[in-house]
Structure formats: structure tokens, C-alpha cells
């Protein structure tokens, strides 16, 4: 449904509720047949599964083969070193995809924010998981937006779109009809998406969409299609399929040359067997497995998370990166780099006119010690909290602090 095309009136009607929100036992309703307001993600693999999915490659299969072959010639020694080999290559890579399953699933109960919710003719602070389509919620600077919502008021809102539409500069939101049926994301002034930050101002919205309906919910979905094989994997495929040609056909011409020469089928045949085994690279996939995961270990000193492990030697080989720079490439954060007061002579109880300005007419709040609010006044305020010795630097320690 195209919400921005909605009058107050007819929103209302659609979602079956009003400016006062909903009462606790229609949210209940609400909540069993919309679900929780989260992305939900494809059904994880156990870890038994996660482990198993290890022996998948093409060099593994062959590398088991050739120890069944082993064993059955009676060659304990080779064969006990191939499985040794094999399962060390397994373990390396199951530790490391789960534990970045792990770190992944602590991130996004990290994300959960507590929104403001109009219910029961009170407001309360819940979970965003919680909210449900019809609830009436309050938002302040600094606050994260957490479902899809239409606006009902707003007094100078500004929302941060950067991590749905990479418009760097914020949008200010207003209350409104927009006409037309289809209008960019960032050209929807009436609305407000799940994801986005709430940078100045106040303002009250409508939720209409949650969970994996929001805009970005509809991203998320995209992303669930099945995972491409990396160029590291297409690489050991084809050289796995072109080794095991090479072996089985220089392995059945020896058995031909040596029947041709008179000698016994079962001695050629266990020759040709324990040259197939001699031939294969045993410690080649281990190898790999170890250089990848010293090749993740380095990237997470970078704070850079790691799932697959074949997606190092994948982003090693990227020759071009098209990305949206501002807050991506960046970290779409403003900096104070010098001061150049107009009047030096100008000054009230030690304070400066600039410090005295920004004292008087800011609206930033400290959210788990990060400045949440205007780009220009947080990048102000950072500024003088690098001083906390000085007049201005204690005043600023004084702003609001939030726990979300």
C-alpha cells in the first residue's frame, strides 16, 4: 500500500486505530498475525550440519576417497595422516563460520532500541520487536527509527537517511499528502523507515509496516538468495575435476602398460591404487584453510567480520568497489578542525560567545557515550568535550545521557 498517499483520516481507517495509539490487547491481536517487528533471517544450520558441510569440496571428497583406498590396501599409516588432514582442514573452517554465526547473532541483539509507544493512553517504553502496525510512537533526536511510520507531527525533524537511501544530508519530515504513487524513498517527506536515525527535532509517527515488510526488510529478502560459489571455489572445482582426470587416467595407463608387459592384474591394480593416493595433494586444502584464516584474524583487528572464509581470497581479488562513499567509505561524521572567534573580548562568566551559543540552543542527547543529534552541533559539542577540564567542556558533560 502506498501510505504516503494516505490522509490522517483514511490511515487511520486502514490500520484500525488513532492518534492515541492501541490498547494491550488489540497489540496482542496484532502481534500474532503481523509477528515480531525483526528481520528474520534464513533457517540456520545446526552445528552438525555447519561441521558436516566442511567435507563438501571437491579436494575433500577426493582426499576421503583416496583414504578409503588406503585403508583397504592396508596402508594405515597414509590413511590416518589423510583423515588427520582432512578433519584439521573441517575443524578450521567450522570454528571459524561459527564463530562468526555467534559474533553476527550478538550484533543484532544489539540493535533492539526501546521506542516510545502511546498505549493504553500512557506512554511506555518498549522493544522494537514489539511494536506492532497501528502503534503511535514518539521520537526525539537522537532516537532510531524502528519500524516504517507515518508522520502525524513534526516540530524541525530531521532523519538521517545514509544507511536506507545514501543521502548523506538529513531529511526533514513534515506532515502531508504526496500525490503521486510512485516517489523515490528520499523524495517521501511524510514518511519515516525502520533503520534511520532521528538527527533534530521531535515529532510523532504511525507504524505501518513492520518486520520484513519495512523498506528495509525488503533488502533484507533480496539477500536471501543462495550464496554464488567464490572464485576460490570455482578454481579448486576445476582443479580438483582436471587433477582426478589426470590421476585415474595416468593410473589406468600404467594397469594397461603393465598387463601388456605380463604381469599380475592384482599387482598392477595395487599400484595403480597407491599411485592415485601418492598423487593427490594431501596438505593442499589445509593450507589454504590455514592461509584464509590468517587472512580473517588480520581483518578482525580491522573490525572487519569474517562469515565464509573463502570471502578473503573473494574481496582479495576485487579490482573495482562501486559504493556509495558518505558513510560507507567514510564515517559521515562532521569534525571541528579550528576555532576562529569574531570578538575574543566577548565573554560571559569565562565562556566564549561561541561556547555560550552552543550552551543555550542545542539539541544533542549522549546515547551509550555516543553524541546523537545535528551533524553541526554534535561535531561542536564533541569538540568541547575534548576538554573536559575547561568551563565549556564541564557544561557539555552535563548533556542528557540515554541508555538505549
Not at 139 to 163: C, F, R, T, W, Y
Not at 309 to 326: W, Y
Not at 369 to 387: I, K, N, S
Request: aromatic share 6%; with cysteine.
Amino acid at each position: 500500500m502506498t501510505w504516503h498517499q494516505l490522509s490522517l483520516e483514511d490511515l487511520f481507517a486502514a490500520l484500525r486505530t488513532t492518534s492515541k495509539g492501541l490498547n494491550s490487547e488489540e497489540v496482542k491481536l496484532r502481534r500474532d498475525t503481523y509477528g515480531l517487528n525483526e528481520l528474520t533471517e534464513k533457517e540456520k544450520k545446526p552445528a552438525w550440519k555447519l561441521f558436516l558441510l566442511q567435507f563438501k569440496d571437491v579436494m575433500i571428497v577426493i582426499l576421503l576417497l583416496a583414504a578409503v583406498i588406503a585403508g583397504l590396501l592396508g596402508e594405515i599409516v597414509d590413511m590416518a595422516v589423510i583423515m588427520l588432514i582432512v578433519t584439521l582442514n573441517a575443524v578450521i573452517g567450522f570454528i571459524q563460520e561459527y564463530r562468526a554465526e555467534k559474533t553476527m547473532e550478538a550484533l543484532k541483539k544489539m540493535s533492539v532500541v526501546m521506542a516510545a509507544v502511546l498505549r493504553d493512553d500512557k506512554m511506555m517504553m518498549v522493544p522494537s520487536p514489539d511494536l506492532v502496525p497501528g502503534d503511535v510512537i514518539h521520537l526525539e533526536a537522537g532516537a532510531s527509527i524502528p519500524a516504517d511510520i507515518k508522520i502525524l507531527s513534526a516540530h524541525q525533524m530531521q532523519v538521517n537517511e545514509s544507511a536506507l537511501t545514501g543521502e548523506s544530508l538529513p531529511v526533514e519530515k513534515r506532515l502531508g499528502v504526496i500525490s503521486q504513487a510512485e516517489v523515490a524513498l528520499g523524495d517521501r517527506f511524510n514518511m519515516a523507515y525502520k533503520g534511520t536515525v532521528v538527527v533534530n527535532g521531535r515529532g510523532e509517527g504511525v507504524v505501518v509496516e513492520t518486520g520484513m515488510r519495512t523498506e528495509i526488510g525488503k533488502i533484507a529478502r533480496m539477500l536471501e538468495a543462495d550464496e554464488t560459489a567464490t572464485p576460490l571455489k570455482k578454481r579448486m572445482a576445476s582443479f580438483g575435476t582436471t587433477l582426478s582426470y589426470i590421476i585415474i587416467g595416468i593410473c589406468v595407463l600404467l594397469f594397461v602398460v603393465g598387463l601388456l608387459k605380463g604381469e599380475r592384474p592384482l599387482d598392477m591394480l595395487l599400484l595403480a591404487v597407491s599411485l592415485a593416493v601418492a598423487a593427490i595433494p594431501e596438505a593442499l586444502p589445509a593450507l589454504i584453510t590455514i592461509a584464509l584464516s590468517l587472512g580473517a584474524k588480520r581483518m578482525m583487528f580491522r573490525n572487519a567480520l569474517i562469515r565464509k572464509l573463502p570471502a578473503v581470497e573473494t574481496l582479495g581479488a576485487v579490482s573495482f568497489v562501486c559504493s556509495d562513499k558518505t558513510g560507507t567509505l567514510t564515517l559521515n561524521r562532521m569534525t571541528v578542525e579550528a576555532k576562529h572567534p569574531i570578538d575574543t573580548s566577548f565573554s560571559v562568566f569565562g565562556y566564549s560567545s561561541l561556547a555560550l551559543g552552543m550552551m543555550l540552543n542545542h539539541d544533542t542527547k549522549i546515547v551509550d557515550d555516543a553524541v546523537l543529534g545535528d551533524p553541526t552541533e554534535v561535531a561542536m559539542v564533541q569538540d568541547y568535550l575534548r576538554w573536559p577540564s575547561s568551563p565549556q567542556g564541564n557544561f557539555f558533560l552535563q548533556i542528557p545521557r540515554i541508555a538505549e
